[in-house]
């Protein structure tokens, strides 16, 4: 990743840990951090760590990151964002079995969904892409960085949106992750 490419990124919930070194990002979330909205179980949690970019334009976002420690409902991926009410976040996740998924959620008016796709082996490295043209997303994730699989098509109605990295950790303080590329264009 090359360091000038994030110069026109803003945080939001900054994690108190942040190391660069070299070409990489490395981050250890906080504990019991996330992105969860549910208004008929009166669940509002906002406080995850998101890395972004403001963009009124079409673009391709990819985002690569690299992962050892991960464990039950630890999060890192990809990010879009118009507010705490409306937005969508996919990542790897493990679920409450211990085993591997891609999740995705869709927020619009502060409910969330969920959607997810069982991986088949475990994984330490994740790549994702989104794609927006106009109110029209498609998010993609690859384990090889090569091969890009269509998970989700959704819209999000907004002019300027923020999108990016993002990492939460609901269960614990250790969850650690390098953000290896970014590349908005």
């Known amino acids: 990743m090359k360091l000038e490419n994030l110069k026109d990124f803003e945080w939001y919930n900054e994690p108190e840990n942040v190391f660069f070194r070299g070409e990489e990002m490395r981050l250890i979330a906080t504990e019991q951090t996330d992105f969860w909205q ?21 673009f391709t976002l990819d985002v690569c990151w690299n992962f050892q420690n991960a464990d ?73 960085g090569k091969h890009f699989i269509k998970l989700r098509q959704f819209i999000l109605k907004a002019l300027e949106i923020k999108a990016g990295a993002y990492l939460a950790s609901p269960q614990r303080a250790d969850f650690e992750a390098v953000l290896n590329d970014v590349n908005f264009y």
């Open 38 to 58: 549910n208004s008929a179980h009166d669940v509002h949690i906002d406080n995850g760590h998101f890395f972004y970019k403001k963009s009124d334009q079409n």
């Open 72 to 144: 039950k409902f630890s999060q890192c991926g990809l990010m879009l964002r118009l507010d705490a009410a409306n937005w969508f976040k996919v990542s790897l996740m493990y679920n409450e079995s211990s085993a591997v998924e891609i999740g995705s959620c869709l927020t619009v008016c502060g409910n969330s969904d969920w959607a997810n796709v069982p991986l088949e082996r475990d994984v330490h490295q994740m790549w994702y892409r989104l794609l927006r043209k106009g109110s029209d997303y498609v998010a993609f994730y690859s384990i090889d």
